[in-house]
């Protein structure tokens, strides 16, 4: 019979109450305003995110990878074993206590990956590291439990409209990657990937979640002129 639930912590947002919860040894969910937002035991969309992400850009000398949301740790673990040991990783989460969390109860979870000396935590919102950046990173993750959603006529949406999109564009270096989960597929937000001069790929990994889905979008290199042609 499964155990139930036990409250380990919960902080107050905007959003709603922020809760932890336990049960038995190793599973836990974090839940807001009493939404299941991530648990322990489906992670497989989380992981195939950082894998996707960091893979294409992980023999680079030092790569340097942004994250915007820390969760239980399993993407932020995902993308330390997928990248070298010179590698940098820059995690923007809003809420401290998830950080607190991280290094916490929930590190026996990923090996206390918020602790390895490659990963600088940022209390923020990723929005801010990515419009201060031109050309930083090499691959930008977002793990959010908003996902990409159609646009609305006189809305702009801060983090994944056509806006954002340019500066994140502009963020990457060339070839860089910038991966999203989704909840489910978003045919609008794929045409953004593709207007913003994205090559975009749809990726459903097995295991996360019945229709969750990681967009991958690869900033392409600018294509060469041809030679002039001498006289």
């Known amino acids: 019979m499964p155990r139930a639930f036990t409250l380990v912590d919960k902080v107050e947002t905007p959003e709603g109450l922020l809760e932890l919860r336990q049960s038995g040894e190793r599973h836990f969910m974090i839940t807001i305003g009493g939404r299941v937002l991530m648990t322990s035991q489906l992670t497989r969309s989380e992981t195939a995110l950082a894998q996707l992400a960091c893979q294409p850009v992980r023999e680079r ?10 969760g239980l740790g399993f993407t932020l673990r995902a993308a330390l074993d997928a990248l070298p040991r010179k590698a940098r990783v820059d995690v923007a989460e809003l809420n ?3 950080e607190r969390w991280c290094r916490g109860p929930l590190a026996v979870l990923t090996g206390s990956a918020v602790s390895d000396p490659r990963v600088h935590v940022r209390i923020g919102n990723v929005t801010q590291l990515i419009r201060a950046a031109a050309a930083r990173y090499d691959a930008i993750i977002l793990d959010l439990y908003l996902g990409p959603e159609d646009e609305k006529r006189g809305r702009i949406d801060p983090l994944f409209g056509a806006e954002i999109l340019k500066k994140t564009h502009a963020a990457l270096t060339l070839g860089g990657v910038y991966a999203v989960w989704s909840e489910e597929p978003n045919a609008q937000f794929e045409e953004r990937l593709k207007r913003t001069g994205f090559s975009v790929k749809r990726e459903q990994p097995r295991g996360g979640g019945p229709r969750h889905t990681v967009y991958v979008a690869t900033k392409k290199a600018a294509a060469r002129r041809p030679a002039k042609q001498r006289a």
Not at 61 to 70: D, N, W
């Open 96 to 98: 401290p206590s998830v």
């Open 61 to 70: 000398p030092a790569p340097r990878v942004l994250i915007g949301g820390l």
